[in-house]
């Protein structure tokens, strides 16, 4: 074997393994990011199962006060239902801003009995929920940010490639409820200083 011949090959070799070396830093970071994702999901659902479970006592609570809206506790439970059946992320998102509305509408009608809003269990209730809704708001943004750091690799060059030979797809972000989107509608009246 000659010199150039030898040459070559040990470049072909470093090239090879260079190449090798490559596809495995691109399939690495696609794996963390797929399992990012998993972590933050699951960092969400910890706090849905923690909300879903404070419901039944925030419905007790206000079922005790005989004049309270049947209808909106109903409203409640059958949004938690359906976060049960829920499915997927996109299913869930859905069912997670269902209850999210109800919550809003019973807190807000609270405020029409006086006596259910100085009820200790209800205000411990009602703190407990909203600081759930603003870690749940904290971790959907997390899992947002683990969704589109990874929908953005698996569509740049070269990572497309590996992602399309492990078969990877887009993953779907947690969503906003089209009525959170709304602007709020608020009246204030001045006072006339005719």
């Known amino acids: 074997m000659s010199t150039t011949t030898i040459v070559i090959l040990g470049i072909l070799g470093f090239g090879l393994l260079g190449i090798i070396g490559y596809f495995i830093m691109i399939y690495n970071g696609l794996i963390s990011l797929k399992e990012n994702i998993k972590k933050s999901w699951s960092n969400i659902d910890v706090i849905l199962k923690q909300r879903y479970d404070e419901i039944p006592k925030l419905i007790s609570v206000c079922e005790s006060y005989a004049q309270f809206e049947k209808g909106m506790l109903d409203r409640l439970l059958k949004a938690r239902e359906r976060y049960v ?11 997670s801003n269902q209850i999210s509305e ?7 009608l609270a405020e029409n009995y006086p006596e259910l809003k100085a009820n200790e269990n209800f205000m411990q209730l009602q703190n407990r929920i909203s600081h759930l809704e603003e870690t749940l708001a904290d971790r959907r943004e997390f899992f947002n940010d683990s969704v589109n750091n990874y929908n953005i690799r698996i569509q740049q060059i ?7 030979m492990l078969n990877y797809q887009q993953e779907e972000m947690f969503e906003v409820a089209e009525e959170e989107r709304r602007d709020v509608k608020v009246n204030i009246k001045l006072p006339s200083f005719d």
């Open 85 to 95: 059946r829920a499915d997927g992320v996109k299913e869930k998102s859905k069912a």
């Open 102 to 108: 109800a919550l809003r509408s019973v807190f807000a």
């Open 158 to 164: 070269p990572d497309v490639f590996v992602a399309g």
